[in-house]
């Protein structure tokens, strides 16, 4: 079965102490790795989408990269806007299926 | 990307009643989803919608209960049937597009059941 995990379940920054947070997978293929960004009683917002080890994607203050068991997202810098819950998903080879598997988020606060 | 918009965004109801969510693209799309976000938890698939095909409901969803609708290509409703407290939950639909895997959702609906 395919399992997504992230850590920490919550962190709290101060503004500019930059940090990661975890999604590790395992899955028998994957397709790809989707980060979002949750905002409260909101509906997720894509961030980025990986495919394979190795690769990064950068935006603003967040860069996401990817090995053959975990992704990470990197504040630097963080300000309090970027306060939220990201979210991990996978989408894997099995089955053709395309439901990615989510991941319960990292709740993210960034104090100023 | 797409603009996806949710009718209602927030709802208060009375147990046993129902309440129909509507979920609207700016553009055409073969496939939506629509998801379950109780609180503190991760997202759970309820069905795929295809537009002119019953939807494809996930293990522990009963279209008695979540009954959907697909009209056209732009357009879906979910309906959460016989409401009881455990149905309070915040109910998202998103889509995907030919040749992306990657899926947008709207802006959700948060329903509180009394």
């Known amino acids: 079965e395919d399992q997504v995990t992230q850590s920490p379940e919550a962190l709290r920054l101060q503004e500019g102490e930059s940090s990661s947070l975890n999604c590790s997978y395992t899955?028998?293929?994957?397709?790809?790795l989707f980060w979002y960004r949750q905002d409260p009683g909101k509906g997720p917002e894509f961030l980025f989408t990986?495919?394979?080890a190795g690769e990064e994607k950068e935006k603003e203050r967040l860069k996401a990269t990817l090995t053959k068991k975990e992704s990470f997202l990197h504040i630097t810098a963080p300000k309090p806007e970027d306060s939220a819950t990201y979210l991990c998903?996978?989408?894997?080879?099995?089955?053709?299926?395309?439901?990615?598997?989510f991941g319960r988020g990292t709740s993210l606060i960034v104090h100023p | 990307s797409a603009v996806i918009s949710q009718k209602p965004s927030r709802d208060i109801c009375q147990r046993g009643t129902s309440l129909t969510i509507q979920c609207q693209v700016d553009?055409?799309?073969?496939?939506m989803f629509w998801y379950r976000q109780q609180p503190g938890q991760s997202l759970t698939l309820i069905a795929t919608?295809?537009?002119?095909?019953?939807?494809?409901?996930e293990s522990g969803f009963v279209i008695d209960k979540f009954p959907i609708s697909r009209p056209n290509l732009t357009f879906s409703t979910l309906t959460v049937s016989n409401m009881s407290p455990e149905d309070s939950s915040i109910y998202l639909c998103?889509?995907?597009?030919?040749?992306?895997?990657?899926?947008?959702f709207g802006p959700g609906t948060r329903l509180l059941v009394l």
């Open positions: 899955v028998s293929g994957l397709r790809g």
């Open positions: 919608a295809n537009q002119g095909s019953e939807a494809t409901y």
């Open positions: 990986l495919y394979s």
């Open positions: 998103s889509v995907d597009f030919p040749g992306q895997e990657t899926q947008y």
């Open positions: 553009s055409q799309v073969t496939m």
């Open positions: 998903a996978v989408l894997t080879t099995s089955g053709g299926s395309y439901i990615p598997t």
